[in-house]
């Protein structure tokens, strides 16, 4: 049996000395280089004793050992588990408990952090940096280029994602070789990727967006990548005229119209420019096609599906919308309780299906089958409506998960976190429209009474406890939370109380 995802990988390799990858400090690589490199990667883990369905951790800085890392673990069978570097400690032993990792990969300034958890949890844990003595870079540099790939089958597992849950404890959606591939291929179709193709790669890689859509796209399309370790809107502007599409999330687009060099001179080589993980201003899109001359083409994706629509790449893309399902993907909006389709222009929940869609939940058998329906169809959680042209736009989300700059933020955890300080009573926290992220995390605290405690305190008191992008970036003290006559509460009030917030 051969390796699912790999061998369409390898399949789409024309020309070995075509080049991959390119890093702003002048680095290439070449796909033949990138075969024989994680093929090195792939020989160090296997001498680590990892195994096909072992979880393998990797919490590093962004670099190109990440995605070395991710397609070693395709090629020995393993399960790449992702981590955003932002996570704490605290954050960081749920995810290594929870999944079982028998290996977890760090920065060597991490590892004195990690090294107690790892012990505790029974994985390995090794270091990636060229400074560091005994660590997995040094492992890679004495092994062997050449590596037969480990049968993997379409439905075995690839990858598990930790996304929010409605408890607010993270879930690990389990992703398969051929929810990659299929996703992958598709969107090869759709964005009409080429050989001819170079990605700027601004994003995380511990995410489905950099990581998934960016890479698997770029791979199974023989495309270049101009592989980036963060968003600089300078540094991104000034590779436009080597480029030709850029993804990014909203954040990027705006602070890209903050640059004065931005217009359609400097675009003109680039032909797509796409955005996602997080709703597009309709102001914003308007003011990029003027600009620049460009539409800006959004669509619609999640942890548990990678993407499930677009815009078109030929034809409107309309500020507002996410377009229409991808090739071989089925989308709907239904009635949450029924499950029955709802009029096209009413409101309801999103629902999709496709070989896209995730194979559950890692070790929550419950939760995966309370999130499909009888026929296969998965429940997004997200509220919708399809206008008369069968676009779809994103009108809520049902379980109030909050993106801010493109990264999944759930309430429940931050207000868990919150109602444990001395002084607190309960607290609510919620997603407000803001001009740089997308939605920014409000606070809505209750205090004891005679309580004294602030937002100064507050915010020290959650230092080390979240990761940064989690914390509220506004916080309000009430007297008490609006509540309806079943004692839940009404979160849709306060958004509605605090609508004409302007962040500072």
Known sequence: MANHLFDFIRSRI??????????????TMTYGALLAETGRYANALIGLNIRPGDRVAVQLEKSPAVIFIYLACVRIGAVFLPLNTGYTLNELEYFISDSGASLVICDPHARDGLSEIANRHHAQLETHGRDASRSLYERVMNASGEFHDVARGPDDLAAILYTSGTTGRSKGAMLSHDNLASNALALVETWRFSPQDVLIHALPV???HGLFVATNVTLLAGSSLIFL???????????????SVLMGVPTFYTRLLDEAGLNAETTAKMRL????????LAETHRDWSKRTGHAILERYGMTETNMNTSNPYDGDRVPGTVGMALPGVEARVVDPETGKPVPQGDIGMIEVKGPNVFKGYWNMPEKTKAEFRDDGFFITGDLGQFDERGYLSIVGRGKDLIISGGLNIYPKEVEEEIDALTGVIESAVIGLPHPDFGEGVVAVIVREKNATIDEQQVMAGLDGRLARFKLPKQMFFVDELPRNTMGKVQKNLLRDAYKDLRFS
Do not use: C, N, Q, W
């Open 206 to 208: 511990f995410h489905t």
């Open 14 to 27: 024309v020309d070995p000395d075509r080049l991959f990858m390119e890093t702003p400090d002048g680095a």
């Open 273 to 280: 420019f796409i955005s996602g993980s997080a709703p597009l």
């Open 229 to 243: 370790p963060k968003f600089d809107a300078k540094l991104v502007l000034s590779y436009m005229d080597r480029a």
